[in-house]
């Protein structure tokens, strides 16, 4: 145990130490977090764009008090003018786009014309303001009230509401959860198939490179092996605490500029929208999120770095590795795949498999929990989850120990299935 102590400690050690994990530990946070703000910074700034001046050949004459000017765009309506004059004057830049409107627009094709793609947003504007104003003259000439009409049109707002066990009620946020849960099962699968590699390539360095001879010399070949795995383990935690530490803190300070730094700002609707997605964040259980993510991240991450060190004994290059890689990554990869699908149905009989075993288990069950336990996950299930991951690792710890004591020491020789196989009938 001791040995296996010393291991970890100098993987530890060299990992933390490098220049590149320094730099990736204090821009990972930095990263975060300006994916989170600068969105919503050009959200509320999108008012200061220039305004962009749309000229208009109105030939039906049923438009010019109905294409209005907005924020972003004003309205030129022209008359009696040479189209290629205006043509010209879009090509200096004079106008942004020019608007054609036919004699009957509800028969004949309108037109936009411009030297640059069209902002979809002004495109969206325009068709729309034509639209709205001829489906007007038609409910005119069918004798609808328009104000009846607009009545029975008005839209339903339908609010989310979650029981909660002590008999009240709690505002629920769906997409706050498919995020949250999509987010965590992303960081799991990247964290172990990041470290994961790590682990196969150190083992390969440590074997070509024949130092791994002298280390035998003084350990077991299983405890270098779980001592490299903790030691990785171990550098993933400290850059992931860091960057969520880091991410956090820049969330915390950034949250009141947002929404009061400037009066401007502050006065945006779109306030209302970043104040409830901050408490909807606030809300989630983040306990019991917080203990699965962990237990998930630790045991997955020991799963399949027990196989990758595996892969790393077993061969004498990077290039070699691809044929046993397959097996491995598939697992991982197809539940990061399924993991987009059954957001949309987290307590399915999919969701439910693919929660269960092992080797997806840590992925998808954090997509499940973010969206209630036991609401979403039964304990029984959780239980069940946890219990066959930890039976799975000490299975795949036994299985890559015993291919890494033999392959750890053989060099020269092209290794296949057939040979992995008779490795693991040593005794």
């Known amino acids: 145990m001791n040995k296996i102590v010393l291991i970890t400690k100098r ?13 990736m530990t204090i821009l990972g946070p930095l990263l975060m977090g300006a994916l989170i703000i600068v969105p919503t910074l050009l959200a509320l700034n999108s008012g200061k764009i220039d305004r962009k001046l749309i000229a208009v050949v109105d030939n039906s004459g049923m438009f010019e008090n109905v294409i209005k000017e907005t924020p972003n765009i004003k309205i030129n309506f022209i008359k009696n003018r040479d189209i290629e004059k205006i043509r010209e004057d879009t090509k200096n830049e004079v106008y942004y786009a020019l608007l054609i409107i036919p004699e009957n627009p509800e028969t004949e094709e ?21 639209q709205q104003e001829i489906q007007r003259q038609r409910f005119i000439e069918l004798k609808i009230n328009e104000e009846d009409l607009a009545k029975a049109q008005q839209p339903i707002n339908v609010e989310n509401l979650q029981w909660q066990k002590d008999g009240n009620t709690e505002k629920s946020y769906t997409e706050i959860s498919m995020a949250v849960g999509f ?15 790590q682990v196969m390539k150190g083992v390969i360095e440590e074997k070509t490179s024949r130092i791994v001879e002298i280390i035998i010399s003084s350990v077991k070949p299983f405890q270098l092996m779980m001592g490299k795995i903790i030691g990785i383990a171990l550098v993933a935690f400290t850059q992931f605490f860091i960057w969520m530490l880091f991410t956090v803190l820049i969330l915390i300070f950034v949250k009141p500029l947002l929404l009061s730094g400037n009066s401007e700002l502050a006065t945006n609707p779109m306030n209302a929208d970043i104040l409830s997605i901050f408490s909807a964040i606030s809300n989630i259980d983040w306990g019991i999120i917080l203990f699965a993510f962990i237990f998930y991240f630790i045991g997955g991450y020991l799963l399949y770095a027990s196989l990758f060190a595996s892969v790393g004994a077993a061969v004498d290059n990077d290039t070699d590795t691809q044929q046993f890689m397959l097996p491995i990554t598939i697992p991982l990869i197809l539940a990061f795949m399924m993991a987009q699908t059954i957001i949309a149905n987290p307590d399915g009989a999919v969701a439910f498999w693919f929660s269960i075993i092992p080797l997806t288990s840590p992925v998808i069950m954090m997509v499940r929990i973010a969206f209630g336990v036991p609401e979403a996950v039964p304990y029984w299930q959780l239980a069940l989850s946890m219990v066959l991951l930890i039976v799975s690792f000490i299975g795949t710890t036994w299985f890559a120990g015993k291919i890494y004591r033999t392959g750890i020491l053989m060099y020269g020789k092209k290794v296949n299935y057939k040979e992995i196989w008779k490795w693991l009938k040593y005794k």
């Open 183 to 197: 987010i965590l099962a992303f960081l799991i699968y990247m964290f172990t198939f990041m470290y994961g590699i």
């Open 11 to 23: 993987e530890y050690l060299t990992r933390v130490r490098k220049k590149s994990f320094i730099i």
């Open 110 to 130: 309108i037109t936009i014309f411009s030297y640059k793609q069209v902002n979809i947003e002004i495109s969206q504007y325009l068709r729309g303001s034509i």
